[in-house]
Each structure stands twice: as C-alpha cells, then as structure tokens.
C-alpha cells in the first residue's frame, strides 16, 4: 500500500532568511552595518516576523548579532579572519587530498570551463565571486564526502562577505585566475606537492590582501 509523503514547502521565514544571507555574502549589507527589520520588512514585502525569525537563524550562524535593541551584520577581527582562513586552509589541504585521486580528464575538463567563465566575468567582481566559490567547491566534491563539504561552506560562509573586499582588486582578481590555471595544470600532471603547496599559499595571499583592506 503507497504511503503519503509529506512535501516540505519552504516557509515566508526561509525565503526571507535565503535572500538576506545572499544579500550579506554578496556586500549587500556590509560587516558591521547595523540592519533595520522594518526596513528589510518593506524590502522584502513581508511584515516584521518573518525576518525576525530569519535574523535569529543568521545570528546562530554568526551572520549577524544583537546588540542591545540593535542588530548588526558580524564584523571579523583581524585575529577571528586569520583564524578562520587557517581553519579553511587545513580543511582544504584534507579536502584537496580525498578529491585528488577522482579527478580525471572530464573533471578537468568541469575546472577549465569554470575557469573560462571566470574570465569572462573578470570585470564584475560579484560575479567572479560566485564562480570562484562555485571552482573550489567542484574540486571539493569529487571527494564524495557530505561531511566535508557541509563544513567547508560553513568555513567559507564566515569569510565571503569579505572576498568582496578581494575581488575590489583587478591585480588579485587577475592573479588569483593564473593560479587557477595552475591548479588545474598541476592535477593533469599528477604533480601533488606543487598542487598542495600552491592551494595553501593560495589561500594565504587571499587572507593577506583582505587584512591590508581592513580599517
């Protein structure tokens, strides 16, 4: 006998909660802006309980945080963001390790397109940034580990509204695509300590110019 399934259908709070965080990823709302609910409300076309149902759910992921009767979009220390990068950078170095042994040439062939795109979008820096995401992660999930993919989009949700200060830069943006290509030069070639030592000073120089743009 078939049973019913139930079909979950996403709530006004979750399509508010959606929206917003895309908003603070993509420098909508900058770190340390102070947000209003009734302005995002009235934005949204929502009345002020959904979004207050979405602020809580951002501020258990550290997105943003109350202060008194205020609420602000997180703001990194210098200490929390080289924290953090180090947290990415070791979880990448596992992360490169599981995908290394799946990637073959139609895997590369996925990274060159990307990386193709990425070209093109050179001069949009929002744009550039979601593909950039989008690169990394397709690395990441030919390791076929849930687990670890879950957290690193955790790790780099804490630290994407800041690659909007990254890709302000032309020369990062620009040297950031080379090293992508030698990324992708390097796993046709099988050659894995290059591969390692150029994903982790990869991450390194991407710490480093968002310090140097911090007030």
Not at 133 to 148: N, V
């Amino acid at each position: 006998m078939d049973q019913k399934q139930m079909v979950a259908v996403p709530t006004l709070a979750q399509e508010v909660y959606s929206r917003l965080r895309e908003n603070i990823m993509n420098g909508d709302f900058s770190p340390g802006e102070k947000i209003s609910i009734r302005k995002i409300a009235e934005r949204y076309a929502v009345s002020t309980m959904p979004v207050r149902e979405a602020l809580n759910k951002l501020q258990s992921e550290g997105f943003v945080h109350f202060e008194r009767r205020s609420i602000y979009v997180s703001q990194l220390s210098s200490k929390d963001l080289i924290e953090i990068f180090k947290i990415r950078m070791n979880l990448e170095e596992m992360a490169m390790e599981w995908s290394y042994p799946n990637i073959g040439e139609n895997e590369l062939i996925e990274l060159t397109k990307l990386v193709k795109e990425m070209d093109d979008k050179i001069d949009s820096p929002i744009e550039w940034n979601v593909l950039n995401k989008q690169f990394h992660t397709k690395i990441y999930s030919y390791s076929h580990s849930k687990p670890m993919l879950e957290i690193l989009n955790a790790v780099w949700g804490r630290v994407e509204p800041y690659m909007n200060i990254y890709a302000a830069s032309a020369y990062h943006l620009s040297l950031s695509q080379k090293e992508h290509g030698q990324m992708i030069e390097y796993m046709a070639k099988k050659e894995w300590d290059r591969l390692q030592a150029l994903t982790s000073d990869h991450i390194q120089k991407t710490c480093h110019a968002i310090l140097e743009k911090l007030p």
